[in-house]
């Protein structure tokens, strides 16, 4: 057996993320790495190479962008994944060897509990192992060994074919009126209950019970407690296999649990487990001791083991159901915030409102506000004529293009106002409905009060709504996430593995579209791979005192921006009017010489550049990828990337998705017929299908079972967030404001 590593072999990073081993540690680090690539059907050569670059500080980003040939192109969702199984089997590394140090600190490790702890594949197995090393707190096992009735559970246990004398009057020995065992009776059921937690200790029994419970058990659900609007009411009395049971219906079930309407259980026939039990537990059936064994047994199951397995099993349909959600809710993340932006337009935002008014601002085409007002067409005050006159106003003096509208409160009432006063005015500007999730939160959070400290919350929506119709990527980072409304029961995820993943999806997000040096808010620059928020507040504050930045490598005269943070960052930021004209394309500032050696082979100057180099790909493909790569002193991959980059300079990655939709007319509930065939966008995507706005102030939702004429497994393998979708009304419920749509062929 290799020499087992000591405690402080393994040292944990900033991140909580387990470091690489001493040299003591190689072969299980390689064990690591080997079960990764087969996990992820990833080459060991790519996981290794991954492994150093994330040992070595770099980012995801950054590896995936600018490291493609030592990883073999691996891109940011492999390396997020091979990074958070990294994490967790270095960590489960690190509990076996706090489980190994305890059992040996009493004397109890042996050759056999030594390997069971290296065949462990999950910290629950592994804890399962030291569970009958665990100090305990006092039980009627423990008070039955303190009484000294160890022995007659020993007895009993073996049991043995015969027994001379009986166990009944062998038990008697064990009487003891001082030590509180008073009878035959209770010497007996004190050793049963030794035996019951013994058997509950057991980690095989354990594994076999949890195996058994997750193959055959069910998931109830019944009514507890109050459901006022009847939210849960498919689930008073209602049974699932915990094996079919998807996951974002235990997410609904859990909610009603918590909200106090449900009480969930996991059921599964006694029988079958007692039957698995007995048979491993219990060595002759036939033994004199079997009825005693078959009570501590069932004792054992019915007491400690199933409450302790139900707690386990429901953990696992969470952590799971969270897992799932996380996903579907990421995606729509990434959909929602790489939508294609409305560039080079005037907005009007407008906040919807009745008692305090509808607010107003007007941001020019780069997201700069010109003015703010208020308006009050809405009840109560309803003075539509002076809001018309301020509104029109409004619009003549800075050239409105667009109208943006929150979809909240009094949204309806304010389409309807605004379509109407630019049918009179005829000028050509349109209005969208844009949704308002997530508004209030940033205009109410620091990060808006610093933004506009002048400005009142609700003013601060108005600009945010204008905001994320210019750029919904440069508005929505400064958003938490979980309030942007994409997710489903996202309030209910572990809060820390959820802000992780989304934190991800935004990096991952920031970093494909890149990010303008000069007019980027410190919020959209915390995102940047290498970046974090004390130095893109510096970055912020420096570009106030100074001006603008004339190029990339200058950002290394801000404070705490070093050499190896510029190295993370700098291929995500863009300096359009640098003279380095290098410096507006995703083109690290590592790969320049071999862009402009690139260049100058094909004959073309910087100032050609600027335009684009179109022929460039051509040029290169006739001559060969690989040798013009060796010629250069680069890789393919990173040749591939350069040619894009020069091809089209400072291009964004999503000017080739549909632009927004604008509107000129209003389409109520009320309008809508069942058969009517309309065009609509998805907002959001979730684990039964997907919601679709059709201009009517309510999302209607297309059923999984109606996304396709062919079998759809997830949503998401039909639809993204932002799609625009063609559907059929099939059921309108005015009443409960619910819409049913189709995108099937009939």
């Not at 349109?430 to 009060?449: C, T, W």
């Amino acid at each position: 057996m290799p020499q087992r590593p000591r405690l402080d072999d393994l040292r944990e990073n900033e991140e909580g993320c387990v470091r690489a081993p001493t040299t003591e540690r190689k072969d299980r680090e390689m064990d690591i790495q080997k079960m990764i690539s087969e996990e992820l059907s990833v080459k060991e050569k790519q996981v290794a190479a991954a492994v150093e670059l994330l040992d070595a500080g770099n980012t995801v980003p950054f590896i995936a962008r600018y490291r493609k040939e030592a990883t073999g192109g691996l891109d940011d969702e492999a390396l997020r994944r091979l990074s958070e199984r990294l994490t967790y089997l270095r960590n489960l590394e690190k509990r076996k060897e706090e489980v190994r140090a305890l059992i040996a600190a009493q004397g109890q490790l042996t050759d056999e509990i030594d390997a069971a702890i290296d065949a462990a594949q999950t910290v629950t197995e592994t804890d399962d192992i030291y569970r009958p090393f665990r100090p305990k707190r006092k039980t009627r096992a423990s008070v039955a060994r303190e009484r000294g009735l160890a022995p007659l559970a020993e007895l009993i246990s073996s049991c043995a074919p015969s027994y001379n004398p009986p166990i009944e009057k062998a038990a008697e020995e064990y009487v003891d009126e001082e030590k509180e065992v008073p009878d035959v009776r209770a010497a007996l059921a004190g050793a049963c209950d030794i035996i019951a937690e013994e058997v509950s200790d057991n980690a095989e029994y354990r594994q076999m019970i949890r195996s058994l419970t997750s193959e055959w058990g069910s998931i109830s659900s019944k009514l507890s407690g109050e459901d006022g609007d009847g939210v849960y009411t498919q689930y008073y009395e209602y049974t699932e296999k915990i094996s079919a049971l998807p996951p974002h219906r235990y997410l609904a079930m859990n909610r009603g649990e918590n909200e106090g309407a449900l009480k969930i259980s996991v059921e599964i026939g006694q029988d079958i487990i007692l039957n698995a039990l007995f048979n491993r537990a219990i060595a002759d059936y036939r033994s004199p001791a079997f009825p005693y064994m078959a009570s501590a047994v069932t004792d054992s199951y019915a007491r400690l083991i199933a409450p302790s397995i139900e707690r386990e099993i429901r953990a696992d349909l969470f952590d799971r159901a969270c897992v799932s959600a996380i996903g579907v809710f990421s995606d729509n993340l990434r959909h929602l915030l790489l939508g294609a932006p409305l560039k080079g337009k005037c907005v009007l935002g407008y906040d919807p409102g009745y008692r305090t008014g509808c607010k107003l601002a007007v941001v020019d085409k780069t997201g700069r506000v010109l003015d703010t007002a208020v308006i009050y067409p809405t009840k109560p005050r309803e003075d539509i004529a002076g809001a018309e006159r301020t509104v029109s106003a409004l619009i003549k003096k800075y050239g409105v293009d667009v109208v943006a509208i929150g979809n909240g409160t009094a949204s309806g009432e304010s389409e309807n106002f605004i379509a109407s006063l630019l049918c009179k005015l005829d000028c050509g500007t349109k209005y969208i409905m844009v949704s308002e999730a997530g508004a209030s939160v940033y205009s109410a959070s620091k990060a808006g009060a610093e933004e506009f400290p002048d400005f009142d919350v609700t003013q601060r929506s108005a600009v945010s709504i204008a905001r994320r119709l210019q750029d919904p990527l440069a508005e929505l980072v400064k958003i938490d996430p979980k309030s942007i409304g994409v997710g489903q029961y996202q309030h209910d995820m572990k809060e820390a593995q959820l802000d992780e993943a989304l934190d991800g999806v935004v990096e991952y997000c920031v970093n494909a579209v890149g990010v303008d040096l000069n007019t980027a808010s410190y919020m959209l620059l915390s995102h940047v791979a290498g970046i974090n928020a004390a130095s893109a507040k510096n970055i912020v504050k420096y570009r106030e005192e100074n001006g603008e930045f004339a190029r990339r490598a200058d950002v290394l005269k801000v404070p705490r921006v070093g050499a190896r943070a510029y190295e993370q960052c700098a291929g995500f930021l863009r300096v359009p009017g640098s003279a380095e004209a290098l410096d507006n394309t995703g083109v690290h500032p590592e790969s320049y010489d071999a862009a402009k050696k690139l260049m100058k082979k094909y004959g073309y100057a910087e100032s050609d550049m600027r335009a684009g180099l179109s022929r460039l790909r051509s040029e290169v493909e006739r001559d060969g990828k690989a040798a013009v790569a060796a010629e250069l002193g680069i890789g393919e991959p990173t040749l591939d990337d350069m040619i894009g980059e020069l091809e089209k300079p400072g291009r964004d990655v999503r000017d080739a998705l549909p632009a927004p939709q604008l509107r000129e007319r209003v389409i109520s509930l009320e309008d809508l017929k069942v058969g009517m065939t309309m065009t609509g966008v998805v907002r959001n995507v979730v684990d039964f299908g997907a919601f679709v706005d059709i201009g009517v102030h309510q999302d209607g939702l297309v059923h999984i079972s109606r996304l396709s004429d062919s079998f759809v497994k997830h949503p998401s393998d039909v639809v993204s967030v932002g799609d625009t979708v063609n559907v059929r009304v099939v059921e309108v419920d005015t009443k409960r404001k619910r819409i049913a749509l189709s995108m099937k062929s009939e």
